[in-house]
């Protein structure tokens, strides 16, 4: 029996897909610019049944690549045309959820946003908030160690998950805590990217809803003073729930689309959300006001109701497409810097601009200084998407430079291969892959991402968007 | 470009490995004592702010510095240590990282690892490291300096550390007077509101709860900070035939007989028992003696990454 066979025996039917049709979802994850069809899509309702597909996956030899929702952007849940795709997404079952306690025991096919829907009704919420996550699962936030507009204040996935329960290629079931001793494995898995384990049951951290929240919007003459003034905001000692800056072509972007209000004479736009009980968020808004205001603040709204305070995050969250219908195609990238060298980031990134004749929106995490540039092009015209990933990745050198990273929150995946060459030298990455070899001696969990090979750093590819169409266009992406 | 401190450090670790010698690192010795069979590799004199940068809310120490000093550095920006590390008497930065110590605000802000952003290290081949940074949000490669959070200096020698770090908040403690589970029900609930709480504790037949920033008045007593300092560290006198645990539990698990406190919102219970009263136990006499609970796979994943960090196995063992 040949591997489909075998599997095909050892499931339920309709568990097991290998028709090319079928198959055709699970070709790509949100990076789908990549596509490859897997040997076939292994669908598994139980630990027992995960057991049994790495068990037939390591006879045969054959590599597994876990996904969740798909929704990653940095093609992490690529499959490989000899392998399997572990697809987890029915095992969604919220197992436990102890109020008390304030935690959830999930399945990995639970979405995000589903987690904080169940525990609504005892006032809290699960806080890590990627983006995507309406759609996310849990297991792929844990592998990513996603993020969130909201991560400065409530940490990212790595500070809100207490336990993770998970299976190696030998079958064995792990359970790997927050209070185990010594050498910390829970925190290693977090971002792993689906090359140590496969992760099959995730406890995580429930936080009380905040009372209520507040944004404040302001609009700057120029970006230093903008990037000054959330220093400023920090140095007093205020931890804002969310903090995010927009350059010129963004505002204008996302004011004609969302048409919210936003000022279009600024070069610089804050939102600044503070969240907690009424007694503190009253005092936090009007200290961030006076404090934008002797920053030099042009205009200065302050939310007055839950209404506006959504409807002003509205242009925000819409940055992208926004940006997107000024272009057939645009290309995300998803960098760090020092908040300090912001205004030098993107005066560099404009004279790239102008090398690259390619036009370049900014928006970006000020809180926690990711940066996403969005360069606008036209991949029908000849060498154009060849000079967008040359820009690209002269964004990230950049980033490098000034002491920031290469991915604040997408992850690497097959995307940012060839970047990780630039940001680790060599004793890194061997350590890196005899990690890898100590949680996976037979190299089958997802193989050839996240860490190049010493000897070819060479797959590149971005987050493509062509003609606005989004991978997963219901999903907000900031 | 390597400093002379690495460069030293990197040919006193191939010497050793050389010679068959065992190397302990070492701070101030507050909380591990040297073993009679090791060397010693002291990190007192690496000591110093490598770079601070408050608005950056990041800050990047040498090991071997106190935490008396770094917290007093923060303290004149109003920034603090988020973890609150307790402190056994000079205890050194990188020693409260290699032991992953956190203090009462756990269950509310965090541990220590969620506050590592960055380390240099040299492993077991005398090998200068980097891995992490100076930013908050990083996915590249995986997340070496946290997993080695708790490690105590037995897969390599940490020289320097960044970590995120946060405004220093006006503190106020009250209490109540009441039975040990009915504190623990108590503080539960309470850290499932939005009352803008950073610590609960029970000592002494009172309940002590910590609020910061604006909240409504309170019915309970106040009282001045000092209860946290008793309970982190908490040493309390034993007779000689006492064994003090450290127990881990979750917030709202039942009263475990012969506690002495409980902390951190009932996640950390001290308990004087002859046995281990609860899984998640570490016998606690003047030191943490190191305990084996470890499940064969999880035994075998830590015994592998020991060995890519210290393939001679040149520092002492967990």
């Known amino acids: 029996m040949n591997i489909i066979q075998q599997l095909k025996a050892a499931f339920p ?136 507009v909201h991560c400065l204040k409530y940490g990212l996935t790595v500070h809100n998950v207490l336990s993770i329960t998970v299976i190696d290629m030998d079958g064995y079931v792990s359970v790997l805590d927050e209070k185990d001793d010594g050498i910390d494995l829970l925190a290693l898995m977090n971002g792993s990217e689906g090359l140590l384990g496969v992760i099959v049951e995730v406890k995580v951290k429930l936080l009380p809803k905040p009372d209520t929240a507040q944004l404040v919007m302001a609009g700057f003459d120029t970006v230093t003073e903008c990037a000054d003034a959330v220093t400023s905001v920090l140095e007093q000692g205020i931890i804002p729930a969310g903090l995010e800056m927009m350059d010129r072509f963004s505002i204008k972007a ?152 290469i991915t604040g929150e997408h992850g690497v995946g097959v995307e940012k291969l060839d970047s990780m060459c630039h940001q680790f030298p060599e004793p890194e990455l061997k350590i890196f892959h005899a990690i890898k070899q100590v949680f996976d001696d037979s190299g089958l969990l997802n193989p050839g991402k996240a860490i190049p090979t010493l000897h070819r750093c060479a797959e590149v590819g971005q987050m493509h968007v062509h003609n606005n169409n989004l991978p997963f266009p219901e999903l907000e992406r900031f | 470009m390597t400093d002379l401190f690495t460069q030293h450090l990197s040919e006193q670790i191939q010497q050793a490995t050389i010679d068959k010698k065992i190397l302990q690192v070492t701070g101030s010795k507050s909380k591990v004592p040297l073993s009679a069979d090791t060397q010693e590799v002291c990190m007192l004199e690496h000591a110093g702010i490598v770079n601070y940068e408050p608005s950056e809310l990041v800050v990047t120490v040498k090991s071997g510095t106190k935490l008396t000093d770094l917290t007093a550095v923060l303290a004149e920006r109003n920034q603090m240590l988020a973890f609150e590390p307790p402190n056994y008497g000079d205890s050194t930065i990188g020693g409260t990282y290699a032991c992953a110590l956190t203090g009462p605000s756990r269950p509310f802000r965090g541990v220590l690892r969620d506050f590592v952003l960055g380390t240099k290290m040299v492993d077991g081949l005398g090998q200068p490291l980097t891995f992490g940074g100076q930013m908050i949000k990083n996915v590249a490669g995986y997340d070496v300096s946290r997993m080695m959070a708790g490690s105590k200096g037995s897969m390599a020698v940490i020289t320097e550390l960044s970590l995120k770090v946060m405004p220093l908040v006006e503190e106020v403690t009250y209490y109540k007077v009441m039975p040990e589970a009915e504190a623990i029900l108590l503080m539960n609930k309470m850290a499932g509101t939005t009352l803008p709480l950073s610590g609960c504790a029970y000592y002494e037949c009172k309940f002590f709860y910590r609020v910061f920033g604006e909240h409504p008045k309170q019915d309970a007593t106040p009282c001045d900070n000092s209860i946290w300092l008793i309970l982190n560290p908490f040493q309390p006198k034993l007779e000689a035939n006492q064994k003090l645990w450290r127990v881990d539990t979750e917030g709202p698990a039942p009263s475990i007989p012969h506690t002495l406190a409980v902390g951190m919102c009932g996640q950390r219970r001290w308990v004087l028992s002859d046995e281990a009263p609860a899984p998640y136990s570490t016998l606690w006499q003047s030191y943490f003696v190191p305990r084996d609970r470890d499940t064969p796979p999880v035994a075998k994943l830590k015994k592998g990454l020991k060995n890519v960090f210290d393939p001679h196995h040149v520092f002492k063992a967990l």
Request: glycine share 10%; net charge negative; with cysteine.
């Open chain 1, 254 to 405: 996302a004011e004609e689309y969302a048409k919210v209000g936003y000022p279009l004479d600024a070069e610089a736009l804050l939102l600044c959300e503070v969240d907690g009980s009424f007694d503190q968020v009253k005092v936090d808004t009007q200290r961030i006001t006076e404090i934008l205001k002797s920053g030099g603040a042009t205009t200065i709204r302050v939310s007055q109701n839950e209404a506006e305070r959504i409807a002003l995050w509205q242009g925000r969250k819409n940055a992208f497409p926004a940006v997107g219908r000024f272009s057939p195609d645009y290309y995300c990238m998803d960098g760090t810097i020092p908040r300090k060298q912001l205004a030098f980031v993107l005066e560099q990134i404009d004279a790239l601009s102008k090398k690259y004749q390619l036009e370049v929106a900014n928006v970006f995490h000020a809180g926690d200084g990711n940066l996403h540039p969005l360069i606008l092009y036209d991949a029908n015209k000849p060498g154009e998407l060849q000079q967008t990933e040359k820009f690209g990745g002269e964004i990230l050198k950049l980033c490098l430079d000034v002491g920031g990273t």
């Open chain 1, 13 to 148: 039917e309709g568990s097991v897909i290998a028709d090319t049709e079928q198959c055709a979802p699970y070709e790509c994850d949100g990076l789908s610019a990549y596509r490859e069809k897997p040997l076939a899509v292994v669908l598994p309702s139980s630990i027992e049944e995960v057991k049994t597909a790495l068990q037939i996956c390591k006879q045969n030899q054959v590599p597994v690549i876990t996904r969740g929702s798909g929704t990653g952007l940095a093609g992490g849940a690529l499959p490989l045309k000899d392998g399997i795709v572990l697809g987890l997404s029915k095992m969604n079952k919220i197992l436990k959820i102890d109020p008390l306690a304030r935690t959830a025991v999930l399945q990995p096919g639970v979405r995000n946003i589903s987690v904080s829907q169940a525990v609504e009704s005892y006032g809290l919420y699960y806080a890590p908030d990627p983006s995507s996550q309406v759609a996310c699962s849990i297991g792929g936030n844990v592998a990513e160690n996603s993020g969130g």
